[in-house]
C-alpha cells in the first residue's frame, strides 16, 4: 500500500516519540525532569563533569559524601552543615553532593573507609524531592543494578541518614523510612540512628541538633576518628574587585544567571532560571483593615511556560530593603553595600550559592535568607566572632540552651540582624568572616502558591490568591513580616499607586536588578503537581478549602463553568469553604454567583464562618452535617480535594471523613480509616496542603 503525506507525518511522529521514550530522551538532550538542572552555572555541574561519585572523591581527596534530597534548600542546607562539622570536629574529608548529579550503580564500589550521608526531605503525599526522584527510584527498586554485582550488593557501604519530614502529612518522613530500610535490604549498615526532623512539629532543627550528637560518636568509634576542637574554617572566600563598580556590565546585581545579566533569557524557565512575568493585575480582596489578601494575574503569554490547572506557582521574592539595611548595619557592612567582590569556594566540591562578581548589598538583597529563623548552631558558630567578652558568652549560652534560645530568640521570630542588635547591644559584628554568612543562612528559596485559575479558561495567564504575612508579637514593638508576600504587597501598591499605609513596603527594590523588573515584573517558575480534577466531568467533586485553601478551587470551578458552558455533563460539584466574617474575608463572594449561573443545581458552596455568629463553625462541622450526602457521593466515586492548612484541617477533614464512612455504612472507625486510605493511593483523595 502506498503512504500519503499524512501517514507519513503520522508515523514519523510515533516513531520519534517511541525513541524519546525509550531513551528518555538522551538522545537529544532532552531531561526527562523539566525540573532538572538545565542552568548548569553556580548551582549544577558544569558540562563534562563526572557522574561518577567513586572518581570524583578520588580526585578530591575525599572520605565522607552527604548527599541531600532537598526542595526548599534545608536539606540542602543541614547536608552542609554536616560536612562543615564532620571536618572541623572529626577532620573527615566531606563534600555535599546533589543526588541529582550522580549516577548510584556504583555506590558498591565505595571503599570501606568512607562513608555516605543520605540527607533526605519527604515532599507532599509521602513524594521524593525533585532532585532525589532517579536515586528514590534506583534505590528502592526491585532491580537495583551495582557495578559488581556482589552478594549483599551493599554489603562494604556505611551510611547515615536524617529524614526532614512533617507530620502532618500521611507518609511521615517516608523517604528516608523507605531510602532506609533498601539500603539495610542491599546489605548496607547504617551507622547511628535513622534521624528525622518533623516540621509539622515546629521542632525540625531541635530533632537535627538531638539525632547528631550521638550519630558523631557513633560514627567516630566506627571509623577511629579523633575529636579536635573545631576550629572555623571559611569555605568561601571573598575578594574584593578594585577595577569593578556596580555600574560594571559583569557584576551581578541580583540578575540570577548569566542569561539574565546578558538580558538574553529564554526557557525552559524552572527552578534555576526563573520568568521575568510581567504583573497585569492587581487587587486587594479582604474587606478589612488589618488583614490582607491579594489577587494577581501574572501573564506568561511571553514566555514558554505552560500551566495546568491544580499546578503551583514559584514566586521569586526579594528581601526588604529595611532589612537588607539592618543586616548590613549589624555587620558594619553598610559603608561597602556596593563594594563589588568576587566569592570562591575555598574548597573544590563546595558550590557558591549565587552568581558572582557581585556586591554585599546583592546578596543580602536577593540570594540569602536574612529573616529567616536562626539555627542555634549557627549562634555558637559566631559565638567565637562576639565584638566583646558579654556577647561571647550570651551568643554561647543561646547555643546550648534550647529552652533559653526559645525565651530569647525564636518566642520574638527574631532574625539574625535582630538577634546580633539584641545580644551585643548594637554593636558592630564585624570581626564575622562574611564566608560564615554565606554558610550559615539559607539561600533565598522561592515561595510557592497554589494557581487560583484554570488553564482551560486563561491558559496564559496564571492567578494567584496569596493572604499577606503579618503577626503581632507579644514583647516586639514591629510586627513579624513575611518576606514574598509582603514584597508582593509592595508590588501591589506600586502598581495601583496607592500610597503606602506601612513604610515597611516601599523600601522592597520592586524595580529589580538595573530596574529590570519595572512596570511592575516578578519572577516565577511554574510547578506542575499531581493536584488534578477528574478527566471526566461528570465525576462528583467534593472540595475542602477554607481560607487561602480555596485557591485551586477557583480554578476548577472556572474550568468546571466552562465545561457546562461548553454543555458537557458537569457533576455535582460542592465547595466547602470557611472565614472569620461574610463582610471582611469571604473571597470572590461575586464570582461565585456567577460559576452558579453556569453550573446551576450542579454546584454548591456551604460556607462556614468562624466569627460571624455565637458559635465557630469550620469546615468540618459542615462536612459532619452533611454526612448521609458526602457518603452518598463518595459511594458514587466522588473525588474529594483538600487544600490549605496542613496542620490541622487537613488532617481533622480526614478524620471527619472516616468518622463519616463509619457511622454511614454502620462499619468499624478502622475499616473507614483504611477506606479512606485506599482513597488517597487512588488518587479519590488529593491534598494540596502546606
Ligand atoms: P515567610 O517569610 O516565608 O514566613 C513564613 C513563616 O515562617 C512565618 O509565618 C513564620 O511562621 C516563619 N518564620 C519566618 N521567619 C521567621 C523568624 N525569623 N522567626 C520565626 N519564624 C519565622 N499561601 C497562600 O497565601 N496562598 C496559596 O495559594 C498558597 N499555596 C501554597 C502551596 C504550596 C504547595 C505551598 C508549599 C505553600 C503555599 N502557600 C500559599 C504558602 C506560601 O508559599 C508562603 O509560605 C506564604 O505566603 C508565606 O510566605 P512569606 O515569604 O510571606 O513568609
Known amino acids: 500500500t502506498q503512504l500519503d503525506t499524512l501517514d507519513i507525518i503520522v508515523l514519523s511522529v510515533i516513531l520519534i516519540a517511541t525513541a524519546a521514550y525509550f531513551t528518555k530522551g538522551k538522545l537529544w538532550g532532552v531531561t526527562k525532569d523539566p525540573y532538572a538542572n ?77 562513608v555516605a550521608f543520605f540527607v533526605l526531605a519527604t515532599y507532599g503525599e509521602g513524594e521524593p524531592t525533585d532532585n532525589a526522584v532517579d536515586f528514590y527510584e534506583f534505590i528502592t527498586g526491585e532491580d537495583a543494578s551495582f557495578s559488581e554485582s556482589a552478594d549483599p550488593p551493599l554489603g562494604t557501604l556505611k551510611y547515615v541518614t ?49 539525632w547528631k550528637e550521638p550519630m558523631w560518636a557513633a560514627l567516630a568509634k566506627k571509623m577511629g576518628l579523633e575529636e579536635r576542637e573545631a576550629q572555623y574554617e571559611p569555605i568561601f572566600g571573598i575578594t574584593e574587585r578594585e577595577g569593578l563598580t556596580k555600574e560594571s556590565h559583569e557584576v551581578y546585581l541580583g540578575e540570577p544567571n548569566k542569561m ?60 526588604a530593603g529595611q532589612e537588607v539595611d539592618y543586616f548590613l548595619d549589624i555587620l558594619g557592612l553598610t ?49 567565637a566572632f562576639a565584638p566583646d567578652e558579654s556577647s561571647k558568652a550570651e551568643m554561647t549560652k543561646l547555643g546550648q540552651d534550647k529552652d533559653y534560645f526559645h525565651e530569647k530568640v525564636s518566642k ?27 554558610e550559615g543562612l539559607t539561600k533565598l528559596q522561592p515561595r510557592y502558591y497554589s494557581i ?86 461528570s465525576k462528583p467533586i467534593i472540595m475542602i478549602g477554607p481560607g487561602t485553601g480555596v485557591a485551586p478551587f477557583r480554578g476548577f470551578v472556572q474550568e468546571r463553568a466552562k465545561q457546562a458552558e461548553e454543555g458537557e455533563t458537569v ?45 465557630k463553625v469550620y469546615v468540618q462541622h459542615l462536612l459532619k452535617e452533611r454526612s448521609k450526602e458526602i457518603n452518598e457521593l463518595l459511594e458514587k466515586k466522588a473525588y474529594v480535594y483538600v487544600c490549605g492548612d496542613a496542620a490541622n484541617m487537613a488532617r481533622e477533614v480526614n478524620t471527619v471523613l472516616a468518622q463519616i464512612i463509619s457511622e454511614q455504612r454502620g462499619i468499624p472507625e478502622a475499616k473507614a480509616e483504611e477506606i479512606v486510605k485506599n482513597m488517597r493511593a487512588s488518587n479519590q483523595y488529593q491534598e494540596d496542603v502546606w
Open 38 to 114: 538545565s542552568f548548569a552555572n553556580t548551582n549544577g555541574l558544569k558540562a563534562g563533569k563526572t557522574r561518577n561519585i567513586i572518581e570524583k572523591i578520588e580526585e578530591a581527596g575525599k572520605n565522607c559524601i552527604i548527599f541531600y534530597g532537598s526542595q526548599t534548600g534545608t536539606a540542602e542546607d543541614y547536608a552542609s552543615r554536616l560536612a562543615k562539622e564532620g571536618k572541623s570536629r572529626f577532620g573527615l574529608e566531606t563534600m555535599v553532593a546533589d543526588l541529582e548529579d550522580y549516577d548510584y550503580d556504583n555506590l558498591d564500589q565505595l571503599p570501606e573507609d568512607k
Open 162 to 210: 536524617f529524614g526532614l519530614g512533617n507530620n502532618t502529612y500521611e507518609h511521615y518522613n517516608s523517604m528516608v523510612r523507605n531510602v532506609d530500610k533498601a539500603l539495610t535490604k542491599l546489605g548496607a549498615h547504617r551507622i547511628g540512628d535513622a534521624g528525622e526532623g518533623d516540621d509539622g512539629a515546629g521542632t525540625m532543627e531541635e530533632d537535627f541538633l538531638a
Open 260 to 319: 539574565h545579566l546578558e538580558g538574553s533569557a529564554r526557557g525552559p524557565f524552572n527552578a534555576h532560571n526563573p520568568y521575568i512575568a510581567p504583573i497585569v493585575e492587581s487587587r486587594e480582596i479582604f474587606n478589612v483593615k488589618d488583614r490582607n489578601c491579594l489577587h494577581m494575574e501574572v501573564d506568561i503569554s511571553g514566555s514558554n511556560l505552560s500551566y495546568q490547572t491544580g499546578d503551583h506557582i514559584a514566586i521569586w521574592p526579594t528581601n
Open 335 to 383: 559603608e561597602k553595600r556596593d563594594a563589588v567582590i568576587s566569592v570562591k569556594a575555598l574548597e573544590p566540591t563546595a558550590k557558591v550559592p549565587f552568581p558572582t562578581p557581585t556586591t554585599y548589598d546583592t546578596i543580602a538583597r536577593y540570594h540569602m535568607e536574612i529573616c529567616a529563623p536562626i539555627s542555634r548552631q549557627f549562634v555558637a558558630t559566631l559565638a
Open 412 to 438: 520574638y521570630h527574631y532574625n539574625l540582624a535582630g538577634l546580633l542588635r539584641s545580644v551585643g547591644g548594637g554593636q558592630k559584628w564585624n570581626n564575622v568572616p562574611f564566608s560564615a554568612f554565606i
Open 452 to 537: 487560583s485559575s484554570s488553564s482551560a479558561v486563561q491558559p496564559k495567564k496564571i492567578s494567584i490568591t496569596a493572604v499577606v504575612e503579618s503577626q503581632l508579637i507579644p514583647g516586639r514593638a514591629d510586627p513579624f513580616q513575611g518576606v514574598a508576600t509582603n514584597y508582593l504587597l509592595a508590588l501591589k501598591e506600586k502598581q495601583n499607586g496607592e500610597p503606602n499605609p506601612k513604610p515597611f513596603g516601599v523600601t522592597y527594590e520592586i524595580c529589580g536588578p538595573r530596574k529590570k523588573y519595572d512596570g511592575i515584573h516578578v519572577p516565577v517558575h511554574v510547578r506542575h503537581s499531581n493536584f488534578k480534577l477528574p478527566s471526566d466531568p
Open 571 to 615: 457533576g455535582k460539584t460542592i465547595l466547602f469553604f470557611g472565614c472569620r466574617k461574610r463582610s471582611e474575608d469571604f473571597m470572590y463572594e461575586s464570582e461565585w454567583e456567577e460559576r452558579k449561573k453556569a453550573l446551576g443545581d450542579a454546584f454548591e458552596m456551604p460556607i462556614a464562618f468562624s466569627r460571624d455568629g455565637p458559635k
